[in-house]
């Protein structure tokens, strides 16, 4: 089973930052956050991940709560091309035994 | 150069048949893996391998087995299809801490 928490649905304004919740209170000490999407009918793209840092990309940044049960994806000029459901996912560090399980995922609606 | 490839793109059969996926990446990563993604859009694992060795096997029927003549590639083969088996199935790879690269995918439909 999924470990995180997100909301099933979200919407934003074309150009406004898209901040995307996860809620994952059971987290270890040892799992990152992780976080994809997937655009219809394409495979899952990696975004970005962090363990207990703020993290930042050219296609987003990961902002971990102190007590890293929770994080947020933040979008910064969202575009209509963001439209997909958004997945996050803790994992262990990287192993060979490492694997994602997804869950319902976030479906994020831009509009114009 | 697309980093993972899966191969057909599409595929359509009839129930009772055998068929293969397959996947090749180009990235130098160590494991690969297959995942399904039924029509409720529900993304499972199905297995990985690590260095052409089987690691994860997630409890997936017999009829299908993977193969990894080496680690640039992750077949599947399918024998006797069902029509529960229709899906997206996609392929990806991983190394170190940098995330997961996914194919295209390849929709199988039984018919």
């Known amino acids: 089973d999924a470990k995180t928490t997100q909301p099933p649905s979200m919407d934003c304004a074309e150009g406004r930052a898209a901040n995307l919740p996860c809620n994952h209170s059971?987290?270890?000490?040892?799992?990152?956050v992780y976080w994809y999407r997937q655009i219809h009918s394409q495979g899952p793209q990696y975004i970005i991940h962090g363990l207990k840092n703020n993290e930042t990309n050219e296609m987003a940044s990961l902002i971990i709560t102190e007590d890293r049960k929770s994080s947020t994806l933040i979008l910064p000029h969202a575009t209509l091309r963001d439209t997909a459901v958004y997945y996050c996912?803790?994992?262990?560090?990287?192993?060979?035994?490492?694997?994602?399980?997804f869950g319902s995922g976030t479906r994020l609606s831009i509009r114009p | 150069d697309t980093a993972v490839s899966q191969t057909p793109k599409y595929l359509v059969t009839q129930m009772g048949n055998d068929k293969s996926i397959k996947c090749e990446q180009n990235l130098g990563h160590d494991t690969m893996y297959w995942y399904k993604q039924d029509s409720k859009k529900f993304l499972k694992i199905m297995f990985s391998?690590?260095?052409?060795?089987?690691?994860i096997n997630e409890t997936v029927p017999n009829r299908f087995s993977p193969k990894s003549p080496d680690k640039a590639h992750l077949n599947l083969h399918i024998n006797s299809l069902e029509l529960g088996d229709s899906a997206v199935y996609f392929c990806?790879?991983?190394?170190?801490?940098?995330?997961?690269?996914f194919g295209s995918g390849t929709r199988l439909t039984v018919v």
């Open positions: 391998y690590n260095n052409k060795e089987l690691i």
């Open positions: 059971t987290i270890s000490g040892n799992e990152y």
């Open positions: 996912i803790v994992m262990e560090g990287y192993s060979s035994a490492s694997k994602i399980i």
């Open positions: 990806a790879s991983s190394q170190d801490l940098g995330g997961y690269t």
